[in-house]
């Protein structure tokens, strides 16, 4: 079956550090993948997306790269700040024309001062 | 542009009683989705709209949820009777296109005792 997993529920890191997150996928072949963020008692808020054909997407101090034949896409906060502080959900789509995503558990960030 | 609305923010309900959660997606958006995410869990897809038809429901479970997208706008997500297990957060979101970027609302708390 289609199987998403996000390498650690929690990672904790220093500010200023660059935080790197994971989500590894089994079983699937998606056309793209995306990352949100949420923070506690809010809805995910969308970060990202990065198609199949593409290696590495940039924004700001976010960088997202995307690996089909290792089935792996890693999330990297550069110069990571407090405010950074959040869960950060993988999503793949399930394919076909549909758009229905398919969500990771979620890795907690948190960055202390 | 006035983001995904949802309502109420929270709700406490005895098990075998209904309720009912109400989303206003984006104005313009075609593409409706209600999640369920249980704490600790990504958001689980229940059910996807296009326009006012359904596109999937696979995982709704039927017995007891139902939702419906009258007129193509607002949409309504019923559970009768409720269960234990269904004290969660429902999450409602919408995109332009079935591929696109989805919009998350506040979410409803749905506390089952």
């Known amino acids: 079956s289609q199987k998403i997993e996000q390498n650690s529920e929690a990672l904790n890191i220093q500010e200023g550090k660059t935080a790197t997150l994971t989500c590894n996928y089994t079983?699937?072949?998606?056309?793209?993948l995306q990352w949100y963020r949420q923070d506690p008692g809010r809805g995910p808020v969308f970060l990202l997306l990065?198609?199949?054909?593409?290696k590495e997407k940039r924004k700001e101090r976010l960088k997202v790269t995307f690996d089909t034949t290792l089935k792996q896409s890693l999330f990297h906060i550069t110069a990571s700040q407090p405010a950074d502080s959040a869960t950060y959900l993988c999503?793949?789509?399930?394919?076909?024309?549909?758009?229905?995503?398919?969500f990771g558990k979620g890795t907690k960030l948190s960055v202390k001062p | 542009e006035a983001g995904v609305a949802q309502s109420p923010r929270y709700k406490i309900i005895e098990k075998r009683q209904s309720v009912a959660f109400w989303c206003n997606p984006i104005?313009?958006?075609?593409?409706l989705y209600w999640y369920q995410q249980i704490l600790g869990q990504g958001p689980k897809l229940l059910i996807q709209f296009q326009n006012n038809g359904v596109v999937d429901d696979s995982q709704l479970p039927k017995d007891r949820f139902s939702a419906e997208r009258l007129k193509g706008v607002d949409s309504t997500l019923k559970i009768q009777p409720a269960k234990l297990e269904d004290s969660a957060v429902y999450l409602c979101?919408?995109?332009?296109?079935?591929?696109?970027?989805?919009?998350f609302g506040p979410g409803t708390r749905l506390t089952v005792l």
């Open positions: 079983n699937y072949s998606p056309a793209y």
């Open positions: 999503a793949l789509d399930k394919g076909g024309s549909q758009g229905n995503l398919i």
């Open positions: 990065i198609r199949e054909n593409e």
């Open positions: 979101a919408s995109s332009s296109s079935s591929s696109g970027t989805q919009y």
């Open positions: 104005s313009g958006h075609a593409t």
